[in-house]
């Protein structure tokens, strides 16, 4: 299965694209024979070409019909959304290179001025309360983890207060934490309070932004029972936490407090982008189906027709497409 068609290795220079040798092998051979049936393609191949296809399919390289048909798509359409998917881990990685920087230069350097410890879990918390009463302007949150709290979070009277009051707040959850059926209803009613919301897989750390003015980061210990935290004055590390915050924002797929009420046809509905915005997150189709409250075949029947709206062969490329269209 290694005969190179002519012309092919010359037109897509696949060993300069992200694929291991023997997937690029199996593309290759698949650029030359498909549409082929799996069983005939797999007749001939060894067990490292069949993990290579295993693995061309999961990525949509490669696309099987019902009929058990190998189809090939284009390298450029094929990598798209590898590419978007690198391009967001590099903007993550960016960010918190950066915040670590700042976190390393105020321990070690002479930044230690603009940084205080707070200890304890109660400390902790009654500083996080104290710095949403002051913000004159906008409180900006990371959410990952319950450090903070003994129960399921809950919009707390000085966030409602301060709601009334037009503060601005706008938080982003890490999407593992929505996997609680409680945590989602209550992130849910931080929205319909005026909260605005968004969530992405994994967040580096837990943090509070009071305007531009303080910040504080979660510290949990080692025990998982307390937690201490830095708070972080003026200063270009609080600078680099705000880039941080905004990154993930970007990032993020929103989080809406209710269903929609509309058409079903008038794509997409605020159900389709909460489908979506919890399909970005990673959460199964059971928490999905939790959430939407619909069994995990309508889940499953929603996503598939979401995909041959939008062209998508995965669930990845799905939130590729809904993002270009701007539906998240």
């Known amino acids: ?12 220079e696949l060993a300069s694209i992200p694929l291991t040798p023997d997937a690029a092998d ?22 490292r070409d069949a993990r290579a296809l295993a693995g061309l399919l999961t990525s949509g390289a490669v696309h099987r019909d019902t009929a058990g ?34 976190l390393y230069t105020a321990v070690h350097g002479t930044g230690a001025a603009f940084v205080e410890v707070i200890e304890g879990k109660d400390a902790v918390r009654e500083l996080f309360r104290q710095l949403q009463a002051g ?23 000085v966030q409602y207060d301060a ?14 934490l929505l996997h609680d059926e409680a945590m989602l209803a209550a992130v849910r009613a931080a929205v319909g309070a005026g909260e605005q ?34 708070l972080v004055h003026r200063s270009r ?31 997409p509905t605020a159900t389709t982008q909460r489908l979506l915005a919890l ?22 029947r929603r996503v598939s027709r979401l995909q041959e709206l939008l062209g998508a062969r995965s669930r990845f490329q799905l939130g590729v497409q809904a993002t270009r269209r701007g539906w998240l």
Request: hydrophobic share 40%; glycine share 6%; aromatic share 6%.
């Open 237 to 267: 590390l609080l600078d680099g936490l705000s880039e941080l915050f905004e990154v993930f924002w970007r990032l993020g797929a929103p989080i809406h407090a209710t269903t929609d009420t509309a058409q079903p046809d008038a794509e």
């Open 163 to 176: 709601l009334r009051r037009g503060l601005r707040y706008r938080c982003v959850y890490e999407g593992e």
């Open 69 to 102: 048909v190998l189809h090939v798509r284009p390298p450029r359409s094929a990598l798209e959304s590898w590419a978007a998917q690198r391009e967001m881990e590099a903007a993550q990685a960016r960010a918190v290179a950066e915040t670590l920087s700042g």
């Open 197 to 230: 919301a968004r969530v992405f897989p994994e967040l580096p750390l837990k943090m509070m932004l009071a305007d531009n003015d303080r910040g504080l980061i979660i510290l949990p210990r080692a025990s998982g029972d307390d937690a201490d935290a830095m």
């Open 135 to 157: 913000a004159g302007t906008e409180v900006r949150g990371l959410e990952r983890g319950p450090y903070l709290r003994d129960t399921t979070r809950v919009p707390e009277e």
């Open 26 to 47: 199996v593309y290759r051979d698949l650029l030359r024979m498909a549409p082929v049936a799996q069983r005939e393609f797999l007749s001939t191949a060894s067990p």
């Open 1 to 12: 299965m290694r005969t190179e068609p002519s012309g092919v290795a010359s037109a897509l």
């Open 279 to 300: 399909l970005t997150a990673g959460l199964t189709d059971e928490a999905i189906a939790r959430d939407l409250g619909i069994s995990n075949r309508t889940v499953h």
